[in-house]
């Protein structure tokens, strides 16, 4: 994962010579990546306690490898990502005010105690979010995936090769539980494959079928894409919500997928325009 960040970190700095600037969003996003790999480099490599048999066993359920009680999260590392990252928030008001002047009052030992994250991690409600609105609860959403998106991308990478892609296919991510956020469609076949919007895992899913409710039904299931092919926007009448993707078999550089949910946000403006929602961020897991 960390080559991933570190090649758009500099496909970032070299749009940054090239232009003269960055539009603040993606300024914003470079130093978020830039904290995610300087302190990233500081997490000891998981050693997750599975054998091969409760791999397959929990796949074969339909259960993510992960529930919050295997994560192995070094807290003091972790406070300080969260301290960095709610810094950084905090220092582009244009792009997050008024919410983040709230969470400045936020005590970070709170937010970082092991009942928040766990409510994060399960899609629960946080338990400190009883003084926020719907706005800065969102927005502390974020910020406790920022900075705590090293530690999942750290263990997708050693147990996505134990995955077999063919038997998982479901709509949540087989790591972690997350819900997918974006899709591409792969360069050899147009097999289509989903992104975890928590870990970046990367997984194998039908192209005919909504992964958010799993309906099938093809009156239900279209999409829109740009003139040149490259992008799609899979939308569900059953459920009304959006998937952003990108065609590899038209794409002409490098694809970056992490940097292409960003660069689509006009995509994500269309689609609720049209009336449709973005991915629940909350794991599918009741
Ligand atoms: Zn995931
Ligand atoms: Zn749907």
Same mark, same amino acid.
């Given at each position: 994962?960390?080559?991933?960040?570190d090649?758009i970190?500099?496909?970032?700095e070299?749009?940054?010579?090239?232009?003269g600037?960055?539009?603040?969003?993606?300024e914003?996003?470079?130093n978020?990546?830039?904290i995610?790999?300087?302190?990233?480099t500081?997490?000891?490599p998981p050693?997750p306690r599975l #054998?091969?048999?409760?791999i397959?066993?929990?796949?074969?359920?339909?259960?993510?490898?992960l529930g919050?009680?295997?994560?192995?999260?070094?807290?003091?590392?972790l406070?300080?990502?969260y301290?960095?990252v709610?810094?950084?928030?905090?220092?582009?008001?244009?792009?997050?005010?008024p919410?983040?002047?709230?969470?400045?009052e936020?005590?970070?030992g709170?937010?970082?105690?092991?009942?928040t994250l766990?409510a994060?991690?399960?899609?629960?409600?946080?338990p400190l979010?009883t003084?926020l609105?719907?706005s $800065? $609860?969102?927005l502390?959403n974020n910020?406790?995936?920022?900075?705590?998106?090293?530690?999942?991308t750290?263990?997708?990478q050693?147990?996505?090769?134990?995955?077999?892609?063919e038997?998982?296919?479901r709509?949540?991510?087989p790591i972690c539980?997350g819900?997918?956020d974006?899709?591409?469609l792969?360069?050899?076949r147009?097999?289509r494959?989903l992104?975890?919007s928590?870990?970046d895992t990367?997984?194998?899913f039908?192209?005919?079928?909504?992964?958010y409710?799993?309906?099938? @039904?093809?009156? @239900?299931?279209?999409?829109?894409?740009?003139?040149?092919? #490259?992008?799609?926007l899979?939308?569900?009448?059953?459920c009304q919500?959006y998937l952003k993707?990108? @065609?590899?078999?038209?794409?002409?550089a490098? #694809?970056?997928?992490?940097l $292409?949910?960003i660069? #689509?946000?006009?995509?994500?403006?269309?689609?609720q325009?049209?009336?449709?929602?973005p991915?629940d961020k909350t794991?599918?897991?009741?």
């Amino acid at each position: 994962m960390s080559a991933v960040i570190d090649k758009i970190i500099k496909k970032l700095e070299e749009e940054k010579n090239k232009k003269g600037s960055l539009p603040q969003l993606l300024e914003f996003y470079q130093n978020l990546l830039r904290i995610e790999s300087r302190l990233g480099t500081k997490i000891a490599p998981p050693k997750p306690r599975l #054998t091969k048999k409760t791999i397959n066993s929990r796949l074969e359920q339909g259960l993510p490898l992960l529930g919050f009680d295997d994560l192995a999260l070094d807290r003091s590392l972790l406070q300080e990502i969260y301290t960095e990252v709610s810094n950084l928030f905090a220092r582009y008001p244009a792009l997050f005010s008024p919410a983040v002047e709230k969470l400045k009052e936020l005590d970070p030992g709170g937010v970082i105690a092991p009942d928040t994250l766990k409510a994060w991690f399960e899609g629960a409600r946080l338990p400190l979010a009883t003084s926020l609105d719907e706005s $800065e $609860e969102a927005l502390l959403n974020n910020i406790i995936l920022a900075s705590i998106k090293p530690f999942l991308t750290s263990y997708a990478q050693v147990l996505l090769p134990l995955v077999n892609q063919e038997r998982w296919r479901r709509g949540f991510c087989p790591i972690c539980g997350g819900s997918p956020d974006f899709a591409f469609l792969d360069e050899e076949r147009g097999a289509r494959y989903l992104l975890c919007s928590r870990c970046d895992t990367e997984w194998l899913f039908q192209r005919l079928e909504c992964p958010y409710c799993s309906t099938q @039904d093809q009156n @239900d299931l279209a999409y829109f894409t740009d003139e040149t092919g #490259t992008y799609r926007l899979y939308v569900c009448e059953h459920c009304q919500r959006y998937l952003k993707a990108i @065609d590899l078999r038209q794409a002409q550089a490098e #694809t970056l997928l992490p940097l $292409e949910r960003i660069y #689509t946000l006009d995509l994500d403006r269309q689609a609720q325009e049209r009336g449709y929602l973005p991915h629940d961020k909350t794991t599918e897991i009741k």
